[in-house]
């Protein structure tokens, strides 16, 4: 069985920023992709940014120089920086661990972006 814990998520004024963190526990044997997925109201839910097991790094577009992904192998964590938000960026963050073919989820972190 495996368990995602996110934290992180809250309400911020636009050109704010917060940092999401997800914990990853049980049979957990190898590093696997891991990343990042929101969902806002009325929205499918859409890939924010991920990170493969080498490394590499890939960003939704509109989020392209304002958020950052990256792991500890180790404690099994992915995190989501996140800066110069917008209020576009309102969704439910859930993170995303894939083994194989099978995909985790957090039970997702609101974030809200509004003055």
């Known amino acids: 069985q495996v368990q995602l814990v996110e934290s992180g998520g809250g309400l911020v004024q636009p050109g704010g920023s917060l940092r999401l963190s997800c914990a990853a526990s049980g049979s957990i044997f190898g590093v696997f992709p891991m990343g990042w997925y929101r969902q806002a109201p009325g929205k499918q839910r859409e890939l924010v940014a991920d990170t493969t097991a080498s490394g590499d790094k890939h960003y939704l577009d509109s989020v392209k120089g304002r958020f950052t992904i990256s792991r500890d192998n180790a404690k099994n964590t992915v995190h989501l920086q996140m800066n110069s938000l917008k209020p576009e960026d309102t969704a439910i963050y859930y993170c995303?661990?894939?083994?194989?073919?099978?995909?985790?989820w957090g039970q997702g972190t609101q974030v809200s972006v509004s003055s």
């Open positions: 995303n661990l894939r083994i194989v073919t099978a995909n985790y």
